[in-house]
């Protein structure tokens, strides 16, 4: 007499246990899904930044830790980048590397920019912003400053014509600039006598760290398309800087002295160890 409830019972019991396998799957693939459209998004941005790969006709789809790649390159180096690139990513184990290399393939830019060349542009506007900012030419003035592929446009006013300049100077030869649209206007108002007297004071009252001054004259050389900064050293004492290292030339050594006594805070430049 207990046989039809009992049966009931084991029916329910599979139907649960069922619907709870079903969820459990439901859930693994949604969480697989996301992980492969996470890994595809990640070789795909990685690929716009590149300036080698980004112009380039490019797709990526991954599935379960294999990565597929299709499009055209014009050379095979490209077609191995986009591969290692796709490697690099964490729980990427399969590249199916279906790009075709055509020797005459002419990626075609778009009339849009590209992700990539926002990233690079809002990177430049960042560099050439802080070296102003640094720099004890350029200190205290409003400065404006725009990138459009590569090309800088500054706005606003400057205390003189030498400010002026030398903002114009200082973004010219910022890595990644092409061309500078100095729109800075000088400002007719000259500062008064209590203006400057205010103003020395303040500045002999103001002592900058040693260390924040090394830090600056680091990132400017740096950010430097004519002087490889990566080889100078960059110490500080008492705001003098002293400059160390091999260059390529005299010009360059030259660059790099002005770029360093450019910065706010720094009194003078030792460059006896810094050579070519």
């Known amino acids: 007499m207990y046989t039809q409830p009992r049966k009931l019972m084991i029916a329910t019991g ?35 930044l590149s300036p080698y790969l980004r112009a380039n006709d490019l797709n990526v789809t991954v599935h379960e830790g294999k990565a597929t790649l299709t499009g055209k390159v014009n050379e095979d180096v490209n077609k191995d980048l986009a591969k290692q690139i796709a490697l690099g990513v964490n729980g990427i184990k399969e590249v199916d590397n279906q790009i075709v290399v055509l020797a005459d393939y002419e990626p075609t830019p778009g009339t849009v920019r590209s992700y990539g060349q926002v990233v690079d542009d809002a990177s430049i506007t960042a560099a050439v912003k802080s070296k102003l900012v640094w720099s004890k030419h350029t200190d205290g003035q409003t400065t404006e400053v725009e990138t459009n592929a590569g090309t800088v446009t500054l706005t606003g006013t400057a205390e003189s014509a030498q400010a002026k300049l030398a903002a114009e100077r200082l973004a010219l030869n910022t890595t990644g600039v092409v061309a500078v649209s ?8 000259a500062p008064s006598l209590t203006d400057k007297a205010k103003s020395s004071t303040a500045q002999a009252g103001r002592e900058i760290a040693d260390s924040w001054i090394t830090t600056k004259v680091k990132s400017t050389l740096l950010y430097s398309s004519n002087v490889k900064g990566s080889d100078v050293e960059v110490s500080t004492k008492a705001g003098v800087v002293t400059l160390g290292g091999k260059l390529s030339s005299g010009a360059e050594r030259a660059l790099a002295v002005e770029l360093a006594d450019n910065v706010r805070g720094v009194k003078a430049v030792n460059a006896k160890g810094l050579t070519f």
């Open 14 to 48: 599979i139907a649960l246990s069922i619907a709870a396998m079903s969820t459990s799957a439901i859930a693994a693939s949604t969480s697989q899904d996301l992980t492969d459209a996470r890994q595809e998004a990640q070789i795909w941005t990685t690929y716009t």
């Open 182 to 189: 100095n729109q800075l206007v000088v400002s007719s108002a």
